[in-house]
């Protein structure tokens, strides 16, 4: 994949009380940014049910359905990065890392996301893999779980999405990588800026990035696919 341009965030644990917001900050700017949205897919799923029901007759069923099951796989989505970001927030000053094993990991995020990429149309994939990283297991998740709902919403049906690994000396690479719409040139110095609507979810990683001191770095060609990678220390004794 030809780069783009390759950023790393949360790379140095000293600097991360300085650029971590205040948690109640967090919390306040999260919900802020999100209740709008929240609202409208609500609206959409109403109104979608509400017009199927008075009118079963003179409208296209399949179309209005399409719309309410997408209104509420955002609306999940949503709701998710709510939970996150109160997590997030109230674990600031207790997180604790240990060992954590990818594979079963790479497992659960896979199939809890396989029925929506199945919808699309698209393949979705988990590298079987025995690698152990230091991290946390709740923070680890929440950062793969946005980076996969990401790749699959911006990825055409027909395309690819990969979840998997690679030792790189003492850590570990942790990709996900799609074959998606990618991300215009200009905007990629921006999407980890905080609360940015281009992907609300990647506030969130942000945040569980700079708790943990991983590092991340992006890969992007516009119209052909994206690359997310996650490094985190590997295990070297079991």
Known sequence: MRTIEGLAVAGNMRDRKRKTLPAREFQTTIVGMLGHDLRQSLHVIQGTYALLRSRMEEIPQQAWLDRGERAATKLTEQLNCLVDAFYLAEHDNTLKASSLGLGPLFWRLRHDNEDTALQRGIDLRA????????????????????????????????????????????????????????????????????????????????????????????????????????????????
């Not at 979840?163 to 998606?180: A, M, N, P, Q």
């Open 127 to 238: 590298i079987s893999t025995n690698t152990y990283v230091v991290s946390n297991p709740v923070l680890l998740g929440c950062i793969l779980r946005n980076l996969v709902t990401n790749a699959i919403r911006y990825t055409e049906p027909g395309g690819r999405v990969l979840i998997g690994c690679r030792r790189k000396g003492s850590e570990v690479r942790i990709d996900v990588y799609d074959t998606g719409i990618g991300i215009p040139e200009d905007q990629l110095p921006r999407i980890f800026e905080s609360f940015t609507r281009l992907a609300p979810g990647l506030c969130i990683v942000r945040r569980a990035l700079e708790m943990l001191g991983h590092r991340i770095e992006v890969r992007s060609v516009f119209g052909e696919g994206s690359l997310f990678s996650i490094y985190a220390p590997a295990v070297t004794e079991l």
